[in-house]
């Protein structure tokens, strides 16, 4: 319970505070004595650090070599745009799962909503599935029109490195397109640190973001202890969490209304734990949180998410600029049991032995929304299963790309010791849940 986990950690509180009282009585009070141990206790600690450092930049230095460049993998993508080119809005809703999830592991009913996208030009992918069922493979595959085969590749000997699959999230093949075509790029992140920034995007569009070292000391430091009841930025995640997803909302918003070209990709950590938000908007509390039920936590999240993204969908229709709207999940919700504390940011996902889930729990973590509206009507033309040919698909309608040939597949990789280890379990998604 949250009051015995903090009665814990008040407890480890106390006792460091006495064992940090008990040393200072210790320190001897002559000034030779005190100068002999400062002298000693220097050179182990400056040996300590210094051994550390030297191993910590060797180990960088290897693992770097090793990494291969993003554009080296995934090439720019070939294609023209002018000025009547039409604006790209690509909206990633973290975890929101497919139709068929919510109605029979949620017992909700999405249509309302998929029907209110219909209603305003989208096709929805009625049994759309994610390529990956992790967000730094699904996103990379997504945001660069291919597989990870060539990075896989590249990568056999390091399978535990996922560096390489995070920089490949934000400086993609897209955001290389658009920018070098003259237009005003957005990277909308989140407080996870690979999609936190973007080196390459023109603007970053973010709130309360800490990069994530500094994001584990606050979090483990007793400062971050002191200061997580106050609510003041940086200090209680929670509260930053629903507070950048409702700021992120509302920057859009303005964005939709500039006259430039422009292309935007938002990551949103919705309905993606924490359960930080209610279905008004309202933030969700840490009580709250623990004494409603998942179902309702993530469903609350999922209210929330369809009621502004269809806001923020009609305020971009309204805009000066005809634009591509595509939505969908990289990843559906994490089956139970395979689910870990989702009340605080990052301390959700548990190890999991992939390939010997079962069939009812691969729908469930690989089923996902997928929508796109275009402004000439070509929405529903050749709309995939699964998101790895939406942008092939986006440059052979609108800006002259080839043809998008890949077949629609879907991987697990085996676990986090074998990242590009992969098992194809396309044949297995084209059969029921059971």
């Known amino acids: 319970t949250i009051a015995h986990a903090n009665w814990v950690r008040w407890a480890l509180l106390a006792v460091a505070a006495a064992i940090a009282i008990d040393l200072a009585r210790r320190i001897p009070r002559e000034r030779i004595a005190l100068l002999a141990l400062n002298r000693s206790m220097n050179f182990v600690f400056f040996t300590v650090a210094l051994v550390a450092c030297a191993a910590s930049i060797g180990k960088q230095v290897y693992l770097e070599s090793t990494r291969p460049a993003t554009e080296d993998v995934f090439p720019t993508f070939k294609g023209t745009a002018t000025a009547n080119s039409p604006d790209v809005w690509h909206f990633i809703f973290d975890r929101y799962a497919g139709g068929d999830t919510l109605r029979r592991v949620y017992r ?17 992918q009625e049994h759309a599935s994610s390529n990956y069922q992790r967000t730094g493979h699904s996103v990379s595959s997504t945001l660069n029109g291919a597989y990870l085969d060539r990075l896989a590749a590249k990568m056999s000997n390091h399978q535990t490195d996922w560096v390489p699959l995070y920089r490949a999230m934000t400086g993609n093949a897209a955001l290389r397109f658009f920018a070098g075509h003259g237009y005003d790029t957005f990277f909308a992140g989140s407080w996870w640190n690979p999609t936190r920034r973007s080196l390459i995007a023109g603007s970053n569009v973010n709130f309360y973001d800490m990069p994530e070292l500094g994001r ?22 929670r509260t930053d969490q629903c507070r950048r997803e409702r700021m992120k909302f509302e920057e859009l918003t303005k964005i939709a209304a500039r006259k430039n070209q422009k292309y935007i990709f938002a990551h949103f950590l919705l309905p993606h734990p924490p359960f930080v938000i209610n279905a008004d908007g309202t933030c969700r509390s840490l009580e709250q949180a623990t004494h409603s039920s998942r179902r309702n936590n993530y469903v609350g999240q999922v209210e929330y998410a369809n009621s502004q993204i269809l806001k923020l969908i009609d305020k971009i229709e309204a805009g000066p ?8 999940a990289d990843e559906g919700p994490w089956p139970l049991p395979f689910v ?22 691969l729908h469930e973590k ?3 929304l997928l929508a796109v509206k275009s402004p000439d009507g070509k929405s529903a033309r050749d709309l995939p299963v699964s998101a790895v040919n939406l942008y092939p ?9 080839a043809a998008p040939g890949l077949p629609d597949r879907h991987y697990l990789f085996v676990s986090d010791k074998a990242l590009y280890t ?8 084209r059969k029921p849940p059971l």
């Open 108 to 124: 909700f009913d999405n249509r309302p909503f998929l029907d209110a996208l219909k209603a305003r030009g989208f096709a929805v």
């Open 216 to 237: 584990l000391i606050l979090d483990q430091a007793v400062i971050g202890m002191l200061l997580e009841n106050t609510r003041l930025p940086y200090a209680d995640g």
């Open 321 to 328: 600029r005809p634009a591509i709207i595509i939505i969908h």
């Open 340 to 361: 870990g504390d989702e009340r605080f940011p990052g301390t959700d996902p548990v190890a999991v032995d992939w390939p010997r889930i079962n069939q009812s729990q």
């Open 366 to 368: 690989m089923g996902v």
């Open 393 to 401: 698909i986006v440059l052979h309608n609108h800006f002259g790309g």
């Open 422 to 429: 992969f098992d194809d379990v396309t044949e297995r998604l």
